[in-house]
């Protein structure tokens, strides 16, 4: 039998996979990936977490992480706040948990706990605006004007662990256009990667409210890279101040940027349920 764990932070909601003493190579094709995300057939959810052990001994795990659509993604916020958790879960007296990803390092800590909810500070690291040294823009000679509809997009570029195009909106759009847009925007060809896109409006210095289109997943309740990546840019730009509390249609996730432009990410965690896939799904899922 495979044991599961199934959270969620601000309405993004993850499966997770311990592999901390055994291997689950069989999960991670793209089919087996979308199959588990699907709520019809499977148990549903925005992405599928691997827990494994850490490569260097002085860290506590390692992520590895997969979008509803099978493909690898590098980082996630909301993710990696709930695999802070989990470990801290299964080994209790840990608060300050060292989890290697794909995007190097991140340090998550244990704010507080309250009603079944913990919040968890992440330190994000800072984010990057070139992203066509990183290929996931084209450059300026090749880049084409987003023009959709009428609308045309001045996206700020910023990876903060992944890609993302951070768009702050002259004017309102309605949730059917952001999701038809940002389908658009992530497999444009001035995107070769493909790219998450954050729609933004500025409510004051302190406050943004985002809605955001997740590559290989769609529109999300909730990205914790994204409301991190939409500070930066903010902050980049003179909108925001050094603390920025972003509002998503999930909740609020509280971003900080401190004097040498590190970020810090700091919201909930909330367990849903543990359980074991049936046989007849475990079955199913080792078909060649």
Same mark, same amino acid.
């Given at each position: 039998m495979i044991a599961y764990c199934k959270m969620h932070g601000l309405g993004n909601s993850f499966i997770f996979f311990d592999e901390m003493n055994g291997e689950f190579a069989n999960l991670k094709k793209p089919e087996t990936i979308r199959l588990l995300c699907d709520a019809r057939v499977g148990i549903g959810a925005d992405g599928v977490i691997f827990m494994l052990p850490p490569r260097d001994p002085k860290h506590h795990c390692r992520m590895q992480?997969?979008?509803?659509?099978?493909?690898?993604?590098?980082?996630?916020?909301?993710?990696?706040?709930?695999?802070?958790?989990?470990?801290?879960?299964?080994?209790?007296?840990?608060?300050?948990?060292?989890?290697? &990803?794909?995007?190097?390092?991140?340090?998550?800590?244990?704010?507080?706990?309250?009603?079944?909810?913990?919040?968890?500070?992440?330190?994000?690291?800072?984010?990057?605006?070139?992203?066509?040294?990183?290929?996931?823009?084209?450059?300026?000679?090749?880049?084409?004007?987003?023009?959709?509809?009428?609308? &045309?997009?001045?996206?700020?570029?910023?990876?903060?662990?992944?890609?993302?195009?951070?768009?702050?909106?002259?004017?309102?759009?309605?949730?059917?256009?952001?999701? &038809?847009?940002?389908?658009?925007?992530?497999?444009?060809?001035?995107?070769?990667?493909?790219?998450?896109?954050?729609?933004?409006?500025?409510?004051?210095?302190?406050?943004?409210? =985002?809605? =955001?289109?997740?590559?290989?997943?769609?529109? &999300?309740q909730a990205c914790g890279t994204g409301a991190t990546a939409t500070a930066a840019a903010g902050i980049k730009l003179g909108h925001f101040d050094q603390k920025v509390t972003v509002h998503m249609p999930g909740g609020d996730l509280l971003i900080e940027q401190d004097s040498k432009g590190t970020l810090f990410m700091t919201g909930p965690v909330q367990a849903i349920c543990t359980g074991q896939l049936a046989p007849s799904l475990s079955c199913r899922l080792n078909r060649p």
């Open positions: 992480m997969f979008n509803t659509d099978g493909s690898e993604a590098e980082m996630c916020g909301n993710a990696v706040r709930c695999l802070a958790h989990l470990f801290s879960k299964r080994q209790l007296g840990v608060s300050q948990i060292l989890i290697e &990803t794909s995007s190097g390092v991140k340090e998550v800590a244990l704010v507080s706990s309250s009603q079944g909810e913990s919040f968890y500070k992440a330190q994000m690291g800072t984010a990057l605006f070139d992203l066509v040294a990183t290929g996931e823009q084209l450059p300026a000679d090749r880049y084409k004007p987003l023009t959709w509809k009428e609308r &045309t997009f001045e996206p700020i570029y910023v990876n903060v662990g992944n890609p993302h195009a951070v768009i702050f909106l002259k004017s309102p759009m309605s949730s059917d256009e952001m999701k &038809t847009a940002g389908a658009w925007l992530e497999t444009h060809p001035n995107h070769p990667r493909r790219i998450n896109i954050e729609f933004v409006e500025v409510i004051n210095r302190n406050e943004a409210k =985002i809605h =955001i289109w997740e590559r290989g997943c769609g529109m &999300t």
